[in-house]
């Protein structure tokens, strides 16, 4: 079975420090691995998504995240954080379940708030 | 492009009232999602169409809650009657996904009800 576990409900930083979210999941195949942002009042967006190939994935807005086998592990960083990255942040993975379909399951989701 | 359509935006309801909430998936995607996210439990999902089919409605609260999908381009998640306890925000969103996880998931903005 296939699950996401988000470490830290609340994250802080300060205006133009290193942003790092954690994610972990639980697969057992190779997993597809996503992570979402959601701006205050709106729905989900993507950030980027890991389905093969290079590990470390480029997304919007200058985030990345590296996916690590040997950690289980895909977590979301940007080198300099900007007042307007104050979202919450959703990881999710892609699953197969009965019947062959894939959904989506999330994490919980990290609040990240920046400070001046 | 149109992305995924939702409405109504905002519904404020009485108890005991009917609610319909609609959503129109992007054009050419063959997997529908409903996702329910309070504060308290985050982001379920309710029910998951594909090709018109619901495949898992494992996450439909109790009978109170239906959904319908009589086309690829309509869905409709009824609350019938409504309980304060059903305030949440509802997305749509839409996919590929299929058998294929990797395909992203399109989110609409969100339909934000209040039940009084």
């Known amino acids: 079975a296939q699950s996401v576990t988000q470490l830290g409900s609340h994250v802080s930083v300060s205006e133009g420090a290193l942003v790092l979210l954690r994610c972990n999941y639980s697969s057992s195949v190779p997993p597809y691995l996503f992570w979402y942002v959601q701006y205050p009042n709106q729905g989900l967006q993507l950030l980027l998504k890991y389905t093969t190939g290079a590990t470390l994935v480029k997304g919007i807005n200058g985030f990345e995240a590296e996916f690590k086998k040997s950690e289980t592990s895909f977590h979301l960083t940007k080198p300099s954080a900007h007042m307007s990255d104050a979202a919450e942040y959703f990881c999710?993975?892609?699953?197969?379940?009965?019947?062959?379909?894939?959904?989506?399951?999330f994490g919980a989701g990290t609040r990240l708030a920046v400070h001046p | 492009d149109a992305g995924v359509i939702q409405s109504p935006r905002h519904e404020v309801t009485e108890m005991g009232q009917e609610v319909t909430l609609r959503c129109k998936p992007i054009?050419?995607?063959?997997?529908l999602f409903w996702y329910r996210q309070t504060m308290m439990r985050g982001l379920e999902l309710l029910i998951y169409f594909n090709n018109n089919v619901p495949i898992d409605d494992s996450g439909m609260p109790e009978d109170r809650f239906s959904a319908k999908m009589p086309n690829a381009s309509f869905s409709t998640l009824k609350i019938q009657p409504s309980e304060p306890r059903d305030s949440a925000v509802y997305f749509c969103?839409?996919?590929?996904?299929?058998?294929?996880?990797?395909?992203?998931?399109?989110f609409g903005e969100g339909s934000w009800l209040t039940v009084v």
């Open positions: 969103a839409s996919s590929s996904l299929g058998e294929y996880g990797g395909n992203t998931i399109y």
């Open positions: 054009s050419g995607h063959n997997s």
């Open positions: 999710a993975v892609s699953g197969v379940f009965s019947g062959g379909y894939n959904k989506l399951i």
